[in-house]
């Protein structure tokens, strides 16, 4: 008798999950950007929201939930009710870089998200002040091995994905750079472009700027090939460098326990959002390459990122500033 109960329960529990997931989404949903407006996450964000709406026939709202480097609004989307409603926006920065530097963060990038998709991916770069005694990467590695611990790099602050990237050139490639961290990326370039720090790294979208200007010369990028854009400038990978060589990422994620063929319809809207001309196009103007992979494939990309940081963290003793 008491099987007989346990067995329609299930059942009855089973059959509310496929309603629910059939009729999604019936109500507006809720899409966090872990950071303030304006930046690329904002675009990237705002974007996909404005295209879903039109796919989904219902408002996705957008919600700037900045604050902890992301980690405020990272935290609100995974405490979210996993129904599909509440989804937001993923980050190297929340899903990887956060978790590694600071394990006393109230979520754990792993257990309390259900990937969506990448949305779009973003190169990195080092670049210098035109002063810089180096016009190449070749000069500028020989530059850093025979001055090792005399040049410095900004970047956007302590554990922010500069500050890591900076950290993984030098184990790469066994340089020494002091790390100068600033609060953001635009008081960093104001320094690196008066010439009180000769190196900055950073995503490209916000130096591209001041690169296209003769502000700042790029040394190296992080993607995947040449960019047309810089066709002169390397790739970590092509200088023997696959640690530092993966770009920055904007994906979509949902609570942990959001059911699957919610997923699956949130996973169809936005790679349907990402074939839009006109998102595309906003994108690569903000320096974003549009993505739109599969669940289990942005899964895996947060897992390598993490597991990558967290041995980063490691090796150099990095410390998150309280």
């Not at 410095?152 to 302590?158: E, F, L, N, P």
């Not at 994905?161 to 050139?169: A, D, V």
């Not at 003769?214 to 047309?228: C, E, T, Y």
Request: glycine content about 8%.
């Amino acid at each position: 008798m008491q099987a007989g109960k346990i067995a329609l329960t299930l059942a009855l529990a089973t059959a509310a999950s496929i309603a629910q997931a059939q009729s999604f989404p019936s109500k507006p949903i809720r899409l966090i950007i872990p950071f303030a407006p304006g930046g690329t996450t904002d675009i990237v964000g705002r974007g996909a929201a404005d295209q879903m709406s039109r796919i989904l026939g219902q408002p996705v709202v957008v919600e700037n939930r900045a604050g902890g480097g992301g980690s405020i609004g990272a935290d609100a989307i995974a405490k979210a009710a996993p129904d599909g409603y509440t989804i937001g926006i993923s980050t190297v920065s929340t899903m990887a870089v956060n978790p590694a530097c600071n394990p006393k963060l109230s979520y754990d990038p792993i257990k309390d998200f259900k990937p969506v998709t990448n949305l779009a991916n973003v190169a990195n770069v080092i670049a210098v002040n035109p002063n810089f005694p180096a016009k190449n990467y070749k000069e500028f590695l020989a530059v850093l091995k025979a001055n090792p611990g005399k040049y410095s790099y900004a970047t956007s602050g302590t554990c922010a994905f500069g500050h890591m990237l900076g950290e993984q050139f030098k184990v790469s490639t066994k340089t020494f750079m002091v790390h100068i961290p600033y609060r953001g990326a635009g008081p960093a370039l104001n320094d690196v472009l008066a010439g009180q720090v000769p190196i900055m790294v950073d995503n490209l979208p916000s130096s591209m700027p001041y690169i296209k200007a003769g502000k700042l010369r790029p040394i190296v990028v992080a993607w995947n090939k040449r960019l047309d854009s810089l066709p002169d400038v390397p790739t970590f990978g092509e200088m023997g460098l696959k640690e530092p060589n993966d770009p920055a990422w904007y994906g979509l994620v949902a609570p942990a326990g959001t059911p699957d063929d919610v997923i699956k319809k949130l996973n169809e809207a936005a790679v349907k959002a990402l074939q839009d001309k006109g998102f595309q196009e906003r994108l690569r103007a903000a320096g974003a390459e549009p993505s739109g992979n599969s669940p289990a494939q942005h899964a895996a990309e947060i897992k390598k990122e993490f597991d990558k940081m967290k041995n980063l963290v490691k090796v150099q003793n990095i410390k998150l500033e309280q």
